[in-house]
């Protein structure tokens, strides 16, 4: 069983910056691939970005140069450093973790509310 737990979101005027970090716990192990996606208000799952076990990256072309992901594979961590948030950033952000024969594996969502 596999346990993400989420951390980091909360409110911040348009322009700020916040950082998300979610920690993996359990048969954490062989992880391929972990990421963020977000569920803005009434609209559908997106992913936001993820990084590959060697590093490799995706974003969102919406968030592409304003937010950074970064991995720890030994300590089975994910962080998301968002800058210069907009209100339609405004969602609930998920911690996502897949093995290569497993998974995926979600966390229980944070808060980020951007104000314009």
């Known amino acids: 069983q596999v346990q993400l737990v989420e951390s980091g979101g909360g409110l911040v005027q348009a322009g700020g910056s916040l950082r998300l970090s979610c920690a993996g716990s359990?048969?954490?192990?062989?992880?391929?691939?972990m990421g963020w996606y977000r569920r803005p208000p009434g609209k559908q799952r997106e992913l936001v970005a993820s990084?590959?076990?060697?590093?490799?990256?995706n974003y969102a072309d919406s968030v592409k140069g304003r937010f950074t992901i970064s991995g720890d594979n030994a300590k089975n961590t994910v962080d998301l450093q968002m800058n210069n948030l907009k209100p339609e950033d405004t969602a609930v952000y998920y911690c996502n973790m897949a093995k290569a024969y497993g998974g995926p594996y979600w966390g229980q969502g944070t808060q980020v509310t951007v104000s314009s």
């Open positions: 359990g048969s954490i192990f062989n992880i391929a691939v």
């Open positions: 990084i590959t076990r060697g590093g490799s990256t």
